[in-house]
């Protein structure tokens, strides 16, 4: 029979590092750039990040204190996510630094701003896919007994997306793999990428039908 490490998160978990985040691994960065009321931009990686909803597509990031990117977002209701490339992974790392609120990330980090097309928030010039958010929510979460917690939920309208053309194979479909986006997983700082030769394609079953 196996043996299981069974442990309940609050009286710790044993071991070397906390298994949660390479367990749900590995997961997109999102890699978010916002704007202070005052014009300050700012940029910054998130790991937790995925969307949630196709129409109308919503995307959300969660941070672990409130930081600069939330506070931006909330008070002018906009946000880019960028994609981070493992082209571009020193660079990400780089904007994760804690710095101070009136510092530039992109100067820091040696990227480029491009402007958006709707919202008032630079995208990363140098990153192949960009999405344009209007913020839905953001809010504290909770614990089950319902005290908050330290971690801010923040959900986005996707209004506008962009993709390099070199991304788009000659049928006109998204090749994943191809944009080498970076995912994170467990540990002090691993990275995934994902891959065509691990690629598997399974249809969705059809309806029952009673």
Not at 202 to 208: A, D, Q
Request: aromatic letters at 10%; charged letters at 20%; a negative charge.
């Amino acid at each position: 029979m196996t043996g299981y490490h069974s442990y309940a998160p609050s009286e710790g978990h044993g071991l070397a590092h906390d298994p949660l985040n390479a367990i749900i691994a590995p997961r997109p960065i999102g890699w978010i750039s916002t704007v202070s009321p005052e014009g300050v931009r700012n940029l910054a990686p998130y790991s937790f990040f995925n969307l949630f909803n196709y129409v109308p597509p919503i995307v959300a990031f969660s941070s672990v204190g409130w930081k600069d990117t939330v506070a931006n977002a909330k008070a002018t209701g906009e946000f880019v996510w960028n994609l981070a490339t493992d082209e571009l992974g020193e660079q990400m790392n780089a904007t994760s630094a804690a710095i101070p609120a009136d510092a530039d990330e992109f100067e820091l980090s040696g990227l480029t701003a491009r402007d958006s097309d709707i919202v008032a928030v630079p995208r990363v010039a140098e990153s192949p896919v960009s999405f344009e958010c209007r913020v839905t929510e953001c809010f504290q979460l909770r614990s089950a007994a319902g005290d908050p917690v330290d971690t801010w939920m923040t959900l986005g309208e996707v209004v506008k997306v962009h993709i390099s053309n070199e991304l788009l194979g000659e049928d006109r479909t998204y090749r994943t793999a191809a944009a080498r986006p970076l995912l994170r997983a467990g540990g002090l700082g691993d990275y995934f990428l994902p891959s065509d030769e691990h690629h598997r394609f399974m249809k969705r079953p059809k309806p029952l039908s009673r």
